[in-house]
T-cell receptor, first 113, second 113 residues
Framework: SQTIHQWPATLVQPVGSPLSLECTVEGTSNPNLYWYRQAAGRGLQLLFYSVGIGQISSEVPQNLSASRPQDRQFILSSKKLLLSDSGFYLC????????????FGPGTRLLVL | GDSVTQMEGPVTLSEEAFLTINCTYTATGYPSLFWYVQYPGEGLQLLLKATKADDKGSNKGFEATYRKETTSFHLEKGSVQVSDSAVYFCALSRAGGSYIPTFGRGTSLIVHP
């Protein structure tokens, strides 16, 4: 069966520090991969998605970036965190047809102080 | 473009009450429709889905029917429990698009004993 992992689960970082969040998927190949952010009490904001290794599409201009170095690995990064980067970060994967279920990871709660 | 509209929350109910959360959508073609649930501190998980008109998705006592004539996918449950307290997201995805699903803003459900 498929499994999606995210780490760390919780992170407290000072403003201006770098960030690296990792997401890995097991039990499937060639998935579409997604990074979302969820501010407290708000809906989902799509940040990045990827349809293949090295293929990243950005939905929101900001100080975050994403990379997909391997088929089932998706990394969210920042060189300098802002206070506004605080939130709940969710990684998700889906199949390739465009009509498929999204499967979400457990999330990373980031607090920037 | 595609859009999903959900009723504003929070919805507050007593245990064993009847639940309806409204969802309407705008999309070209024939999207798949989904309800996801997010329990506190967790990622989203699929609750139910329907892939074509008049399909009924059901799971854990929840039901939703794909109504193309009214472009709706309302979530219902006959008797809610305290453990159903969560945020519910309506979503759609379709083939031939950009692989990006469209989510509603989420509806918070609070069930009191």
């Amino acid at each position: 069966s498929q499994t999606i992992h995210q780490w760390p689960a919780t992170l407290v970082q000072p403003v201006g520090s770098p960030l690296s969040l990792e997401c890995t998927v097991e039990g499937t190949s060639n998935p579409n991969l997604y990074w979302y952010r969820q501010a407290a009490g708000r809906g989902l904001q799509l940040l990045f998605y990827s349809v293949g290794i090295g293929q990243i599409s950005s939905e929101v201009p900001q100080n975050l970036s994403a990379s997909r170095p391997q088929d089932r690995q998706f990394i969210l990064s920042s060189k300098k965190l802002l206070l506004s980067d605080s939130g709940f970060y969710l990684c998700a994967w889906s199949g390739r047809t465009g009509k498929e279920t999204q499967y979400f990871g457990p999330g990373t709660r980031l607090l920037v102080l | 473009g595609d859009s999903v509209t959900q009723m504003e929350g929070p919805v507050t109910l007593s245990e064993e009450a009847f639940l309806t959360i409204n969802c309407t959508y705008t999309a070209t073609g024939y999207p798949s429709l989904f309800w996801y649930v997010q329990y506190p501190g967790e990622g989203l998980q699929l609750l139910l889905k329907a892939t074509k008109a008049d399909d009924k998705g059901s799971n854990k006592g929840f039901e939703a029917t794909y109504r193309k004539e009214t472009t709706s996918f309302h979530l219902e449950k006959g008797s809610v429990q305290v453990s159903d307290s969560a945020v519910y997201f309506c979503a759609l995805s379709r083939a031939g698009g950009s692989y990006i699903p469209t989510f509603g803003r989420g509806t918070s459900l609070i069930v009191h004993p």
